[in-house]
């Protein structure tokens, strides 16, 4: 069978290429560790400014000296156990982990490489992968990246992150180290933070890594790294505002989901220090964490409660003082009151359910002043889900509403009489979501316009039915599965039927 010794080559080869590629990062990382014991060689351009060496040594030495910076921030986060895989992970502080590990970093760090977790990683993406692609257009950007969506050579959609040349962290260690090729390699820093991070922080609600392509293999740019994502859609806010409640909701579930796994990750409790709308993405309507370089598991070392103090713009909280020296659940509540304030405010109230609101109030006022934890916050939410899910928010509604309707199964309409509401699921019509034909009646028997309702079967995230309302129609059409209900007092004299 030729076409499979051909494909075996292939993966040989491609396996082979991955290898040397997270060998090549791993070398360099190991490189500037060792640096860091007194060996003063980089790996750095030293053509970056032709003919002005002497000059430019103090400014090559400072971007150095940030490099190994950056540097000395991943290494912990390749070496970090599982601190809920052990009892005492709990007492110990990520900085002690650092310094217990630092005079035999490099061993680590090199069996990890050869012997470790990376082998599981064989099968991501790598610059092989990138072979051929096509650009579709630019995603998003910030002061760091670049997002491009891309599709690969087998049609596959992806997304690709790379370092953002027009970028102000780029411009800025331009303009003051002069060395656009070392300036990339520092930026790309960020992306090799990240990668690291994607793969300790897996979760439905962290953006998944597919793979990614290091800077000097498969012809990359000079210095770059090209991070290989799952493809997104950039958090619209002004969009998601006129969204109904239901896919509100489901942003700030999933973030409070989100938010509970940082509390207890891998890394101990991680904090995310740029907590904006524009660091999340949307897939199929799930919310995902995207943008990871600040995010954070240092523990915040005090003396006194007053060394604890959480501030924001119009409030500030003070946590308290453990007796290990660190001010205890910071990282947790900086990230609650930061979904509160960028989230929940905004997409949570508006338009709730009215068997709900009391337990959305709940929430408002618990993250608001951050008297809950993200174990209480989460209880809550999923009780707020299960009620919705099951309708017994909708406990008091009759079911003989629906007796005043004609119901017609295992039919259509066609040549509908639409009207608008808010929020509808579809912008010609009024559709809505609803738990059942009782609630779709209640709802009719509110809209004046509404003389007839159908369901067709069609189910929202929660399971919910989508309802579409109308004034009328002119014809029933047969399909097997929709339900059409007709007002019965309307029946005569009207546009229906
Ligand atoms: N996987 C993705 N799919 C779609 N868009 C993305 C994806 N990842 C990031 N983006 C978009 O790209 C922008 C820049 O990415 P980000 O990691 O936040 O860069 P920076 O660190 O420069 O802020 C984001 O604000 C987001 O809109
Ligand atoms: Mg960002």
Redesign the pocket.
């Given at each position: 069978m030729p076409g499979m010794g051909h494909g075996r080559a292939k993966s040989l080869r491609a396996a082979a290429l991955l290898a040397f590629v997270v060998l090549s990062i791993l070398v360099s990382l190991l490189i500037s560790s060792l640096q860091q014991f007194g060996a003063r060689k980089t790996h750095f351009s030293t053509d970056a400014i032709p003919g002005d060496v002497e000059d430019s040594e103090p400014l090559r030495g400072a971007l150095i000296s940030q490099l190994q910076q950056r540097r000395r921030e991943i290494i912990p986060l390749l070496l970090t156990h599982n601190h809920n895989d052990n009892d005492d992970g709990e007492n110990r502080q990520p900085e002690e982990d650092l310094q217990s590990l630092d005079p035999m970093l490099d061993y680590s760090l090199w069996d990890e490489i050869t012997l470790g977790s990376r082998k599981a990683h064989l099968d991501e993406m790598d610059c092989e992968s990138l072979v051929d692609m096509r650009a579709v257009e630019v995603?998003?950007?910030?002061?760091?990246?670049?997002?491009v969506?891309v599709n690969l050579s087998g049609g596959q959609p992806v997304?690709l992150?790379l370092v953002?040349e027009q970028?102000i962290?780029m411009g800025k260690c331009v303009e003051d180290f002069k060395d656009p090729k070392g300036c990339r390699e520092l930026v790309s820093s960020?992306l090799q933070k990240?990668i690291v991070l994607l793969q300790r922080l897996k979760h439905p609600n962290v953006?998944k890594l597919r793979g990614h392509c290091a800077a000097g293999a498969g012809g990359q740019r000079g210095g770059g790294v090209t991070v290989i994502?799952?493809?997104?859609?950039?958090?619209q806010m002004i969009q998601l505002l006129q969204s109904p409640w239901e896919d509100r909701f489901r942003v700030c579930l999933d973030l409070v989901r989100l938010l509970h796994f940082l509390s207890r990750s891998p890394l101990g409790s991680v904090a995310l220090l740029?907590f904006q709308p524009?660091?999340?993405?949307t897939?199929s309507g799930a919310l995902?964490l995207?943008?990871?370089?600040?995010a954070s598991a240092a523990e915040t070392p005090c003396r006194t409660d007053a060394d604890c103090v959480l501030q924001f713009p119009h409030r500030n909280f003070t946590v308290p003082c453990s007796a290990r020296g660190v001010c205890e659940g910071l990282n947790e509540k900086r990230n609650i009151y930061n979904a509160y304030r960028y989230f929940f405010t905004y997409l949570l109230p508006h338009q709730a359910p009215p068997g709900l609101t009391h337990l959305v109030d709940h929430i408002m006022n618990s993250t608001g002043d951050l008297k809950a934890d993200i174990n209480q916050t989460l209880e809550v939410f999923e009780r707020i889900l299960l009620l919705y899910k099951s309708g017994l928010h909708l406990d008091n509604l009759p079911a003989s509403l629906t007796e005043d309707y004609t119901v017609m199964r295992g039919m259509g309409t066609s040549g509908s009489v639409e009207y608008r509401c808010w929020p509808s699921y579809s912008q010609q019509g009024c559709v809505l979501s609803v738990h059942s034909a009782t609630e779709a009646a209640h709802i009719c028997n509110s809209h004046s316009q509404c003389n007839s309702f159908s369901l067709t079967g069609q189910k929202t995230w929660t399971g919910r039915l989508l309802a579409s309302f109308r004034s009328g129609f002119s014809h029933l059409v047969p399909d097997g599965v929709s339900e059409v209900y007709v007002k019965k007092i309307n029946v005569p004299g009207n546009s229906m039927v």
């Amino acid at each position: 069978m030729p076409g499979m010794g051909h494909g075996r080559a292939k993966s040989l080869r491609a396996a082979a290429l991955l290898a040397f590629v997270v060998l090549s990062i791993l070398v360099s990382l190991l490189i500037s560790s060792l640096q860091q014991f007194g060996a003063r060689k980089t790996h750095f351009s030293t053509d970056a400014i032709p003919g002005d060496v002497e000059d430019s040594e103090p400014l090559r030495g400072a971007l150095i000296s940030q490099l190994q910076q950056r540097r000395r921030e991943i290494i912990p986060l390749l070496l970090t156990h599982n601190h809920n895989d052990n009892d005492d992970g709990e007492n110990r502080q990520p900085e002690e982990d650092l310094q217990s590990l630092d005079p035999m970093l490099d061993y680590s760090l090199w069996d990890e490489i050869t012997l470790g977790s990376r082998k599981a990683h064989l099968d991501e993406m790598d610059c092989e992968s990138l072979v051929d692609m096509r650009a579709v257009e630019v995603l998003g950007s910030g002061y760091t990246k670049v997002v491009v969506k891309v599709n690969l050579s087998g049609g596959q959609p992806v997304a690709l992150k790379l370092v953002n040349e027009q970028g102000i962290d780029m411009g800025k260690c331009v303009e003051d180290f002069k060395d656009p090729k070392g300036c990339r390699e520092l930026v790309s820093s960020k992306l090799q933070k990240e990668i690291v991070l994607l793969q300790r922080l897996k979760h439905p609600n962290v953006i998944k890594l597919r793979g990614h392509c290091a800077a000097g293999a498969g012809g990359q740019r000079g210095g770059g790294v090209t991070v290989i994502l799952e493809q997104g859609n950039p958090l619209q806010m002004i969009q998601l505002l006129q969204s109904p409640w239901e896919d509100r909701f489901r942003v700030c579930l999933d973030l409070v989901r989100l938010l509970h796994f940082l509390s207890r990750s891998p890394l101990g409790s991680v904090a995310l220090l740029d907590f904006q709308p524009r660091q999340f993405v949307t897939v199929s309507g799930a919310l995902k964490l995207t943008d990871l370089d600040d995010a954070s598991a240092a523990e915040t070392p005090c003396r006194t409660d007053a060394d604890c103090v959480l501030q924001f713009p119009h409030r500030n909280f003070t946590v308290p003082c453990s007796a290990r020296g660190v001010c205890e659940g910071l990282n947790e509540k900086r990230n609650i009151y930061n979904a509160y304030r960028y989230f929940f405010t905004y997409l949570l109230p508006h338009q709730a359910p009215p068997g709900l609101t009391h337990l959305v109030d709940h929430i408002m006022n618990s993250t608001g002043d951050l008297k809950a934890d993200i174990n209480q916050t989460l209880e809550v939410f999923e009780r707020i889900l299960l009620l919705y899910k099951s309708g017994l928010h909708l406990d008091n509604l009759p079911a003989s509403l629906t007796e005043d309707y004609t119901v017609m199964r295992g039919m259509g309409t066609s040549g509908s009489v639409e009207y608008r509401c808010w929020p509808s699921y579809s912008q010609q019509g009024c559709v809505l979501s609803v738990h059942s034909a009782t609630e779709a009646a209640h709802i009719c028997n509110s809209h004046s316009q509404c003389n007839s309702f159908s369901l067709t079967g069609q189910k929202t995230w929660t399971g919910r039915l989508l309802a579409s309302f109308r004034s009328g129609f002119s014809h029933l059409v047969p399909d097997g599965v929709s339900e059409v209900y007709v007002k019965k007092i309307n029946v005569p004299g009207n546009s229906m039927v």
